[in-house]
Nanobody, 114 residues
Framework: QVQLVESGGGLVQPGGSLRLSCAAS????????IGWYRQAPGKQRDMVATITSIGITNYADSVKGRFTISRDNARKTVYLQMNSLKPEDTAVYYCYFDKGPGYWGQGTQVTVSS
């Protein structure tokens, strides 16, 4: 059974940085696309960034140039480096593993506030 465990969220001031991690277990990792989504209170869950098995990345327009997604297949982990954070980046960030029906992590809170 696929399990995803996110970490790295927290409170940061505007302009600051955070790095999120998502560790997968119970599955082959390297051949699947994996990504990050986020959901702010009262809003739908939106794609932030995805990375394919061969390293092709896709970003939401709102985070291009500020966020970087990467993966370490040996560690079965995907990362999201978030720089120049803005208050509007505040949300719960979820890891998504694109295998079969799709799998979600439990989410990690990111709050950008002064």
């Amino acid at each position: 059974q696929v399990q995803l465990v996110e970490s790295g969220g927290g409170l940061v001031q505007p302009g600051g940085s955070l790095r999120l991690s998502c560790a997968a277990s119970g599955t082959i990792f390297s051949v699947y696309t994996i990504g990050w989504y986020r959901q702010a209170p009262g809003k739908q869950r939106d794609m932030v960034a995805t990375i394919t098995s061969i390293g092709i990345t896709n970003y939401a327009d709102s985070v291009k140039g500020r966020f970087t997604i990467s993966r370490d297949n040996a560690r079965k982990t995907v990362y999201l480096q978030m720089n120049s954070l803005k208050p509007e980046d505040t949300a719960v960030y979820y890891c998504y593993f694109d295998k079969g029906p799709g799998y979600w992590g439990q989410g990690t809170q990111v709050t950008v506030s002064s």
